[in-house]
Nanobody, 124 residues
Framework: QVQLVESGGGLVQTGGSLRLSCAASGRTVSSVDMGWFRQAPGKEREFVAVIAWSGGKYYADSVKGRFTISRDNAKNTVALQMNSLQPEDTAIYYC??????????????????WGQGTQVTVSA
């Protein structure tokens, strides 16, 4: 079992930055694939970024160049640095863990564990 707790969401103006953090317990973040997904009102949950156990990083096209995923093995946390935020980035952001083999394209169904989510709101 993996328990995940997100923090760092909030309200920011267009062009601003936020840093989300995900604290994991039950497994080390370096032993599983860790991801961030988001769900906007009325939309399906979508992939944002993943850091594989090997260290490889993958991003959705919509966030490439603006978001950066990283992990801190000593603290057993994963972070999502979000820059140049836009109103379309408004969503609930979820931290997730995939204890199996990372498959492409990356889909929500392949991830086994989820946090409770943290709200990110970008005002125009």
């Amino acid at each position: 079992q993996v328990q995940l707790v997100e923090s760092g969401g909030g309200l920011v103006q267009t062009g601003g930055s936020l840093r989300l953090s995900c604290a994991a317990s039950g497994r080390t973040v370096s032993s599983v694939d860790m991801g961030w997904f988001r769900q906007a009102p009325g939309k399906e949950r979508e992939f944002v970024a993943v850091i594989a156990w090997s260290g490889g990083k993958y991003y959705a096209d919509s966030v490439k160049g603006r978001f950066t995923i990283s992990r801190d093995n000593a603290k057993n946390t994963v972070a999502l640095q979000m820059n140049s935020l836009q109103p379309e980035d408004t969503a609930i952001y979820y931290c997730s863990a995939d204890a199996g083999t990372l498959r492409f394209p990356i889909k929500t169904e392949t991830f086994d564990y989820w946090g409770q989510g943290t709200q990110v709101t970008v005002s125009a």
